[in-house]
């Protein structure tokens, strides 16, 4: 008895657990969609394809997922150089965003949950904290 007790509560402590988890995700994601739209979407177009070898893709991107510190320094400070996305060169500057960590956290939620891409873990603003200009 005291087992299937234990394993009762241990499964709703999980459920609540993730379910606060992807509710924060989903909250982060909506915040993430306005900021895109007023920054990033000159660039990166609504349906974030890019403009090839010019302003690279955030849809199905990659680079997203292997070099997620690379995002997330190219989003807070900006970028410029070399990089490939998709197997496409690019060699153009992206300018910092300009927003602060929380902000940052909530646009990399977004594009790395739109677009074809598909990631459930959640960029918190003291993972955006972590990443230092180099």
Known sequence: MKIISIITCG??????????????????????KELYKESCITCHLANGEGVKG????????????KYPEK????????????????????????????FADDEIADVMNYIRNSFGNK??????????????EK
Do not use: C
Not at 59 to 65: H, Q, V
Not at 71 to 91: P, Q, W
């Open 11 to 32: 499964a709703i402590y999980a459920l609540a657990f993730f379910s606060n988890a992807q509710d924060e995700l989903n909250k982060s994601i909506v915040r993430g």
């Open 54 to 65: 010019t302003f690279p893709p955030l849809a199905k991107a990659d680079f997203l997922t």
């Open 71 to 98: 995002s997330i320094h190219a989003v807070k400070f900006g970028m410029k150089g070399a990089i490939k996305v998709n197997g496409v060169d690019y060699n153009n500057a992206m300018p910092p965003s300009g």
């Open 119 to 132: 990631n459930t873990q959640l960029v918190t603003e003291k993972m955006v904290a972590a990443v230092k």
